[in-house]
């Protein structure tokens, strides 16, 4: 098998197991799961604050989970327990730890599959969403989901060469 449809097939399997890990951990502390919707490339640009991690194992891939302004404070409020404001610095510890909650899920996902992995630290970006593309050599997918209205969105790169 070529490393490409290696990479796609490991691509496919993180997708199918970040679905699953959103439906779990974020139905349990939100009270229902998001919804999946179609992915739009959106050529506005708005305030967004992102938690980005990397994976590492038989494959290196990251996850990047985004959320504009209005759907940081409603989402971190009901992750916290208590209303964020999306400039505080705790907008950054809430999103941060979400990226972290989820990875953790995925994690034990992948490796109930025989796929070990381990994942680092959450960095954190504030700024105006810009329409991201992939380096050759690199696989990409975006699921975008809503709660309460509100959209966010999660990228996946997965690695294609050595």
Same mark, same amino acid.
């Given at each position: 098998?070529?490393?490409?449809?290696?990479?796609?097939?490991?691509?496919?399997?993180?997708? =199918?197991?970040? %679905?699953?890990?959103?439906?779990?951990?974020?139905?349990?502390?939100?009270? !229902?799961? #998001?919804?999946?919707?179609?992915?739009? %490339?959106?050529?506005?640009? !708005? !305030?967004?604050?992102?938690?980005?991690?990397?994976?590492?194992?038989?494959?290196?891939?990251?996850?990047?989970?985004?959320?504009?302004?209005?759907?940081?404070?409603?989402?971190?409020?009901?992750?916290?327990?208590?209303?964020?404001?999306?400039?505080?610095?705790?907008?950054?510890?809430?999103?941060?730890?979400?990226?972290?909650?989820?990875?953790?899920?995925? =994690?034990? %996902?992948?490796?109930? %599959?025989?796929?070990?992995?381990?994942?680092?630290? #959450?960095?954190?970006?504030?700024?105006?969403?810009?329409?991201?593309?992939? #380096?050759?050599?690199?696989?990409?997918?975006?699921?975008?989901?809503?709660?309460?209205?509100? #959209?966010?969105?999660? !990228?996946?790169?997965?690695?294609?060469?050595?």
């Amino acid at each position: 098998m070529s490393q490409t449809n290696t990479s796609a097939s490991a691509l496919l399997l993180c997708q =199918r197991e970040v %679905k699953s890990a959103i439906h779990d951990t974020f139905g349990m502390f939100l009270g !229902e799961a #998001p919804t999946e919707i179609p992915t739009q %490339k959106s050529e506005q640009s !708005e !305030e967004a604050i992102l938690g980005m991690l990397s994976f590492s194992g038989e494959w290196d891939w990251s996850l990047t989970i985004g959320f504009s302004r209005s759907s940081a404070a409603s989402f971190a409020t009901l992750f916290a327990g208590f209303e964020i404001e999306f400039d505080s610095a705790d907008m950054g510890d809430a999103i941060g730890e979400v990226a972290n909650v989820l990875a953790g899920d995925i =994690r034990a %996902k992948l490796e109930a %599959k025989g796929d070990e992995c381990s994942f680092g630290l #959450p960095s954190i970006i504030r700024g105006t969403t810009t329409q991201s593309s992939s #380096p050759q050599g690199v696989d990409s997918t975006t699921l975008t989901y809503l709660f309460e209205d509100q #959209p966010f969105w999660v !990228e996946l790169l997965i690695e294609t060469d050595d």
